[in-house]
């Protein structure tokens, strides 16, 4: 596969809102963008910019969240998982699947409007791993 640039570290929260407080006041970050829900993807998000990528705030949405396990395990929740770019999105999953990795579902769209999937953390020495096509403009 051909790794792209890091796109955002994926930090699950209880609360969208105290935690834009700590990357704010601690942290510095001086871009902070508007939360907004994910029904498809079980989740409210944040984007927090970065000088070279994202911190992807996650809130649970709705019974169904994925992110409800971890958050019943880590209760201040903390970072959940690494996206990483690539071209092209159906060649690196076949690669993935080729490898023996355990790949979550079909690709889908995700928070920044392109493909992505996830892989298996256990697959991954323990981190959980989103791929994502590259956004149009970040070729
Ligand atoms: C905002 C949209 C999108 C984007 O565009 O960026 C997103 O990022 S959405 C983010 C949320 N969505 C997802 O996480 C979808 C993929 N996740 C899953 O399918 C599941 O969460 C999972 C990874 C299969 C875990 O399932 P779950 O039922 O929550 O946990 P288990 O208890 O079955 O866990 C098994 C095992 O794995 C460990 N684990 C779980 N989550 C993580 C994690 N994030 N990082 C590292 N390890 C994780 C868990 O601790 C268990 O280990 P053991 O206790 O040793 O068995
Ligand atoms: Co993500």
Redesign the pocket.
Same mark, same amino acid.
């Not at 994925?66 to 971890?70: E, K, L, V």
């Given at each position: 596969m051909k790794l792209g640039r890091l796109n955002?570290v994926?930090v699950?929260t209880p609360s969208i809102e105290a935690s834009v407080a700590h990357w704010r006041d601690v942290m510095g970050a001086t871009k902070i963008h508007e939360p907004f829900d994910?029904p498809a993807?079980?989740?409210k998000?944040c984007f927090v910019d970065t000088p070279n990528a994202q911190i992807?705030l996650?809130e649970p949405l709705g019974a169904d969240s994925? $992110?409800?396990?971890?958050l019943a &395990?880590n209760p201040l929740g903390g970072q959940?998982?690494i996206?990483f770019e690539v071209p092209d999105i159906h060649a690196a999953r076949d690669e993935f699947i080729a490898l023996g990795k355990r790949v979550?579902?079909e690709p889908r769209i995700?928070?920044?409007g392109t493909l $992505?999937f996830?892989v298996?953390? &256990?697959d991954m020495g323990?981190?959980?791993t989103?791929i994502?096509e590259t956004p149009n403009g970040n070729h």
């Open positions: 955002h994926g699950a994910l993807q079980g989740v998000v992807e996650i994925p $992110i409800h396990g971890f &395990k959940h998982h996206c979550l579902g995700g928070a920044h $992505i996830f298996h953390p &256990k323990g981190m959980l989103e994502m």
